[in-house]
């Protein structure tokens, strides 16, 4: 299971909310737009902490 904002997604409704959110699960570009629509989602949750940003999304760590 994954926790994000305190919630969390059971393995038996991840597959059926990606295919009512973004369509055919066979098809490459439903699994990109689902990756961009959680990435994006646990980006934004977060910029609001602090810790997580420093830790992990500091861009002064990034490399090419």
């Known amino acids: 299971m994954h926790e ?6 059971q393995v038996e409704n991840f597959k059926p909310e990606v ?12 699994w990109e737009k689902a990756y961009s629509h959680f990435f994006v989602g ?3 949750a977060c910029i609001f902490d602090g810790d ?5 999304l500091d861009p002064s760590k990034w490399t090419d």
Do not use: M
């Open 42 to 44: 646990w980006l934004i």
């Open 19 to 30: 295919r009512r959110l973004f369509g055919d699960l066979r098809l490459k570009h439903t």
């Open 4 to 9: 994000s904002n305190l919630a969390q997604v």
């Open 52 to 56: 997580t940003y420093f830790k992990v």
